[in-house]
């Protein structure tokens, strides 16, 4: 089984490549042009253990709206690309994830219907070079994107920094329990037949 799937996405705001390997080892290679992002999405492929490839050009000369938001597009795209037909999956999936004084919660469905419910009050409105209120707009264009629910909530924290990153590695941790091959069912795991 390749669950691999490579997505592009040009517009006069960004020009971006992608490639995800749901069946990966957690292999890096990033480069969005906004250093806090790319180090949330190495933390979500690598605690997902999912390979991934991404380069970005975008109007930073702006601000990092665009590179943000567009890159869930893409990631949202390519997460529904490579699970497919999602038979013999296990379709839910959550993590609890502790980093410090920080404690996160994701659940994940993947559905075919998306919602994003992001509960999160950041005590900082940048970390590094990236706004933190991006961080609900990167979540909701992937839960669109990839037609799937996303529920991920601060349960308890102070640090901007932990706070963002263990909401990224459970989300990472989340979907690949989600996509894991359930060996007792060949189908889509679903009363309607499909998803």
């Not at 992001?118 to 992937?142: C, L, N």
């Amino acid at each position: 089984m390749n669950r691999t799937a490579s997505c592009t996405r040009t517009t006069k705001e960004t020009d971006i490549d992608l490639t995800l390997n749901l069946d990966g080892t957690g292999k890096t290679q990033i480069d969005t042009g906004v250093g806090f992002f790319d180090h949330m999405l190495d933390g979500f492929a690598r605690h997902g253990l999912f390979d991934l490839t991404v380069k970005v050009i975008g109007d930073l000369d702006v601000d990092c709206h665009h590179t943000i938001e567009d890159t869930g597009i893409v990631l949202g795209q390519a997460i529904l690309e490579a699970i497919g037909d999602k038979a013999g999956i296990r379709r839910y999936g959550h993590f609890m994830l502790p980093m410090d004084e920080t404690l996160a919660l994701c659940a994940v469905d993947l559905s075919g219907r998306p919602y994003l419910r992001f509960q999160s009050e950041f005590t900082a409105e940048r970390i590094g070079d990236m706004d933190t209120e991006m961080i609900k707009e990167f979540f909701y264009a992937v839960s669109y994107s990839a037609m799937m629910n996303i529920h991920l909530r601060i349960l308890d924290g102070e640090n901007s920094h932990h706070m963002a990153e263990t909401l990224f590695k459970s989300f990472g941790k989340a979907l690949d329990m989600a996509t894991l091959p359930e060996p007792r069912i060949q189908e889509a795991w679903t009363t309607k037949g499909s998803l």
